[in-house]
């Protein structure tokens, strides 16, 4: 497939800003990006999309969602609005467990369909790739559940799907040295033999996961050659940020209670702060310090963590401008966040950007200005979404 894409009044790449700009994509990337002035004469003749004069932006990555889960948390949510803490609904049994049981209940069937229709969701606003984590089973057979549903959702979604094991909590009725050796032991080396999973994620926090336990679950990982992943500093310090960058984890996620010495550890280490901006103003939460995690050298990525509790959020939009108004990032800063530095959390340096040899996976905007979505709130105009330079109509 080999096509050209013109008539683009402003496009983001997202570092740089092009006006009047044209991009070249054969076999789904990039071949050629620039101003369209000077489009090299061999594309000339190669057919031909002019997008009217409209913004683009790159793909939108969300690299944190829990995508696949049965039930909601409607109620949950009304008691935490009343007051009521995410922490003691949990350590009384809800919360998490909740969605577990409603997890279970739920066929492999329904839980793929009600995942899918939420997917595309999130492609009609741009979301073009999606990490999808598991850790609503627990329990060895209902983890394999889910992520047999995370794959069939990557063999039949426009979307690229990424995904992750994630231990969660601690099963009731298992004891937790039993649970661990279970994870590591069994769980672990059957996903990744299977490939059903290509990184472990880890809730380590209060409630959760203690750090010595994470650090066990995550050295297995290593071990049978998966990528590594970390829930962080949500609710606790736990040093949990630290550990994901000694062990040098694609990502640390939340970082709402981080420090100035966890940035530094991410920053030293390369490993992407993930900050979630859903869960910290949802639980209301301290919204993490993105300006300073910025300025002190993290690569940042946003993510909406979408989830039947803590993040009930579809919008990749609400996430960027409560990180550029709570968060004191600049609009540019913002999306590079959702896109580039969002790949790096997944490890690919060649999604959530427009540039030569990346995937072709891009946004056009139902409007001149490419930022424009960043602007309206709760409405985001977009014209297209393209996925490996093919056009998704939602
Ligand atoms: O990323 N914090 C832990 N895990 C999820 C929430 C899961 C849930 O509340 O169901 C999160 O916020
Ligand atoms: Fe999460």
Request: charged share 20%.
């Amino acid at each position: 497939m080999k096509r050209v894409f013109t008539g683009i009044t402003e496009l983001y790449t997202p570092k740089e800003r092009l006006e009047q700009a044209a991009f070249a994509v054969q076999d789904g990337r990039f071949v050629w990006v620039g101003a369209a002035s000077n489009l090299p004469s061999e594309y000339r003749s190669w057919p031909r999309t002019d997008l009217g004069g409209r913004g683009v932006v790159p793909g939108l990555v969300d690299a944190h969602t829990h995508l696949v889960y049965g039930g909601d948390r409607l109620g949950e949510y009304l008691q935490r609005a009343r007051g009521e803490s995410y922490e003691d609904i949990l350590a009384a049994g809800g919360g998490i467990y909740a969605t577990v049981q409603a997890t279970h209940a739920t066929s492999e069937d329904e839980l793929y369909e009600q995942a899918r229709a939420r997917a595309h969701l999130f492609l009609a606003q741009g979301v073009t790739t999606l990490e999808i984590k598991s850790g609503y089973g627990l329990l060895p057979e209902a983890e394999l559940k889910m992520l047999r549903v995370i794959r069939r959702l990557g063999e039949t979604l426009p979307q690229r799907v990424f995904p992750t094991l994630l231990a969660h909590v601690i099963p009731k009725g298992w004891a937790r040295g039993e649970y661990l050796e279970m994870f590591c032991q069994e769980l672990i080396p059957e996903v990744a033999r299977t490939g059903l999973a290509g990184a472990v994620d880890v809730f380590c926090d209060q409630g959760a996961f203690t750090l010595g336990e994470a650090r066990k679950i995550l050295e297995a990982a290593l071990s049978h050659g998966l990528k590594i992943k970390l829930h962080a500093e949500q609710i606790a310090h736990t040093g949990a940020t630290r550990l994901a960058a000694e062990l040098g984890a694609l990502s640390a996620d939340h970082l709402e209670q981080s420090t100035p010495e966890d940035w530094q550890a991410l920053a030293q280490r390369g490993t992407i702060g993930t900050v979630l901006p859903g869960a910290a103003v949802i639980l209301r939460k301290p919204f993490p310090n993105v300006r300073a995690m910025w300025d002190a050298g993290v690569r940042v990525a946003i993510a909406t963590d979408h989830n039947p509790g803590s993040s009930p959020l579809f919008s990749p939009w609400l996430g960027m401008q409560l990180a550029i108004s709570l968060g004191r990032l600049s609009a540019e800063e913002a999306l590079i966040a959702h896109t580039e530095n969002a790949a790096l959390a997944l490890g690919r340096a060649d999604l959530g950007r427009v540039e030569v040899g990346a995937v072709a996976d891009f946004v056009v905007l139902d409007s001149r200005r490419a930022l424009e979505g960043l602007y309206r709130w709760g409405h985001c105009p977009l014209w297209g979404v393209f996925v490996g330079g093919v056009n998704n109509p939602a």
